[in-house]
Nanobody, 119 residues
Framework: QVQLVESGGGLVQAGGSLRLSCEAS????????MAWFRQAPGKERERIAG????????SYADSVKGRFTISRNNARNMVYLQMNSLKPEDTAVYYC????????????WGQGTQVTVAS
């Protein structure tokens, strides 16, 4: 089992920045890939960034490309999402998720952290 806890959400003005953190615990050695998802009210959950736990290229949704950066610190079992140039449409609950080698989908999820961008 892997446990994930997000932090760092809050209220920010449009154009501002926030950094989300996700701490992984448990069987972290089984993690293959980490990702950040978000879900806005009335909308489907969207995968916005992903990165291999062992390092390598990150991937981003077009909606955040060039503004958000995902990174990880394996020594601390942490994954981060640096969010710059925030827009009101970035308002959502943000979730950290993990996938292991035997999972076809992301099977471990954090509780979510609210990000609200005021115009």
């Amino acid at each position: 089992q892997v446990q994930l806890v997000e932090s760092g959400g809050g209220l920010v003005q449009a154009g501002g920045s926030l950094r989300l953190s996700c701490e992984a615990s448990g069987r972290t050695s089984s993690i293959l890939r980490m990702a950040w998802f978000r879900q806005a009210p009335g909308k489907e959950r969207e995968r916005i960034a992903g990165i291999a736990w062992s390092g390598g290229l990150a991937s981003y949704a077009d909606s955040v490309k060039g503004r958000f950066t995902i990174s990880r610190n394996n020594a601390r079992n942490m994954v981060y999402l640096q969010m710059n140039s925030l827009k009101p449409e970035d308002t959502a609950v943000y979730y950290c998720a993990a996938r292991t080698a035997i999972m076809g989908e992301y099977g471990y999820w954090g509780q979510g952290t609210q990000v609200t961008v005021a115009s």
